[in-house]
């Protein structure tokens, strides 16, 4: 029941949050997008939303893409309550989004970024190549579902030295 900020309902936003290990925050907000309570007593990570978008596969779903202090992205993800004034949001780290890539740690062995289906950059990671001729491989997907556009761009010398040692095996 998402009417109202009684201690029970902080208590069970607080015990889905621990629970569900990605989820950051899980908050109370009015259509409005006003935090109204959160799992963290009433305090809400502070963030700018840069874009909002309704899932239109999952009917009376929003996403949002929230920027945080420091820069970093994030995605919240709000539902409405029933036929109630308010919604439920969760706040996620939207590097979870992305794909991985690579076996090595690397942040520079690749580039990659999701975007939504408005073309809004929801996370990205390494540094795009300058010059497309220094790419060796690159991908990109659209998810007709849900609309999200992937995009994975690999170094000539990341994929040739990560298969160098393969020669010596004849």
């Not at 998402?2 to 621990?18: K, L, P, T, W, Y």
């Not at 995009?151 to 010398?157: D, L």
Request: charged letters at 25%.
């Amino acid at each position: 029941n998402v009417d109202g900020c009684q201690s029970i309902q902080i208590e069970a936003m607080q015990r889905a949050a621990f629970v569900t290990p990605p989820i950051k925050e899980i908050a109370i907000v009015s259509r409005a997008g006003d935090t109204l309570c959160s799992n963290r007593n009433g305090e809400r990570t502070l963030g700018r939303v840069l874009s909002s978008e309704p899932l239109t596969v999952i009917g009376g779903y929003s996403l949002d893409i929230v920027e945080i202090t420091g820069g970093q992205h994030m995605v919240q993800l709000r539902r409405a309550a029933g036929s109630g004034p308010n919604e439920l949001a969760a706040l996620v780290p939207a590097t979870l989004f992305l794909p991985r890539v690579s076996r090595r740690t690397d942040p520079m062995d690749a580039y990659t970024q999701i975007s939504t289906r408005e073309g809004i950059v929801i996370d990205e990671t390494g540094r795009r190549p300058a010059d497309r001729h220094d790419v060796l491989f690159v991908a990109a997907q659209q998810s007709d579902r849900y609309g999200f556009r992937v995009e994975v761009m690999k170094p000539r010398g990341g994929v040739l030295g990560e298969h160098a040692n393969l020669k010596w095996f004849g």
